[in-house]
């Protein structure tokens, strides 16, 4: 329920925690730092802990017709390092544990922004945690419970108005993120969900240590879940990593495809770039097993540093490994 910003302030850098308190919007310095350089991660991962934390407080989970509160148990690790582990073990819903996912990692990348800088500063940013962490609990039990807020809260908490980021200021905490993977669970068992949180735990990491996934090379979809790679100079062929399909659907296991862009103007067949184009799977490579988030990390990465292996992958025929990796070609699809 807070925004983070810094201010530069008789030759140092304020960090500002800006908050509600009642109609009005107020703001309070959380500590102070030597440079602009070193507050921006900071203020940056401080933003998206706000976010991640506060959003699922005032959404109501609506699969299978329910309507219920989301947990609130994430907001134990902004301050108990022992819990930041069950961040990781959940199996509530594919969007709640993909934020607490995202949660973890922010809280982590806080760690190494706050790691170099002097203990004052450390303690004032825990300080913080702590009071974010206690007035959105203080706030809860006054929404749910009727239980006044202490008098000496400073920040105010809307149910329907969060105070963050604009949509949180990440495509994952939008409605219509929600509403995508909350549309895979549809009609699967407890079993499968848990199956599936997994699955999509393990994508996530991949793509997050992936060294091209904040570039051009690559994006991450939310409708399938997939990966999809597509590095400069691939002679218009692309690759994806997807997960099992929970709803039983699609494929039912880890796959690797292998595709290519053609064109839809004929015409422009050999040009170097398409007016616009629809992808054809070239080939499958379904997986015995489900890989490490290291393996498929490792294999984006190869496409990223080696465009052009995607064309010689392209000539492989059923049965036969991709060059240089234990993928095996169990389809071709363009056949």
């Known amino acids: ?20 308190r009642e109609d009005d919007a107020v703001s309070s310095t959380v500590t102070s730092l030597g440079s602009a350089e070193l507050a921006a991660p900071i203020v940056e991962a401080l933003n998206r802990i706000s976010a991640l934390a506060t959003v699922p407080l005032g959404l109501f989970d609506e699969r299978g017709r329910r309507v219920e509160r989301y947990p609130t148990e994430h907001l134990a690790a902004l301050t108990d390092r022992a819990a930041r582990a069950g961040l990781l073990s959940g199996a509530h819903s594919l969007w709640y544990e993909w934020v607490c996912w995202d949660l973890h990692q922010a809280l982590v990348d806080l760690d ?10 450390r303690i004032a940013i825990e300080a913080e ?23 000496g809260n400073q920040r105010s908490w809307d149910s329907g108005f969060p105070f963050v980021p604009y949509k949180g200021g990440m495509h994952l905490l939008t409605r219509e993120a929600r509403k995508e993977l909350d549309r895979l669970e549809e009609g699967i068992t407890r079993e499968k969900r848990e199956a599936a949180v997994s699955d999509l735990r393990l994508l996530v990491t991949a793509f997050d240590q992936w060294s091209a996934a904040q570039a051009d ?45 053609e064109p839809d103007d004929p015409e422009e067949k050999g040009e170097e770039e398409y007016s616009s184009a629809t992808g054809e799977h070239l080939l ?10 290291e393996d498929v990390a490792q294999l984006l990465s190869r496409v990223s540093a080696e465009p052009g292996v995607l064309t010689e992958w392209a000539q492989t025929t059923v049965g036969s490994p991709l060059e240089g990796t234990t993928l095996v070609v169990t389809s071709c699809l363009a056949e």
């Not at 329920?1 to 509600?20: E, P, S």
């Not at 009071?131 to 419970?145: F, M, Q």
């Open 1 to 20: 329920m807070t925004i983070y910003c810094q201010h530069a302030n008789r030759g140092k850098t304020q960090i500002l925690a800006v908050y509600r």
């Open 284 to 293: 499958r490579c379904v997986l015995p097993a489900t890989p490490s988030a």
């Open 112 to 121: 190494e922004a706050v790691a170099a800088a002097p203990a004052p500063i």
């Open 129 to 151: 945690l702590e009071t974010e962490e206690r007035e959105l609990r203080d706030a809860l039990a006054e929404y749910s419970e009727a239980v006044p807020v202490p008098e």
């Open 217 to 261: 090379d690559g994006m991450f979809s939310l409708e399938y879940p997939e990966i999809f790679a597509e590095p400069y100079d691939a002679d218009h062929h692309f690759l994806t990593v997807s997960v099992p399909d929970p709803g039983g659907e699609g494929v039912d296991a880890w796959h690797v495809d292998v595709c290519r862009w």
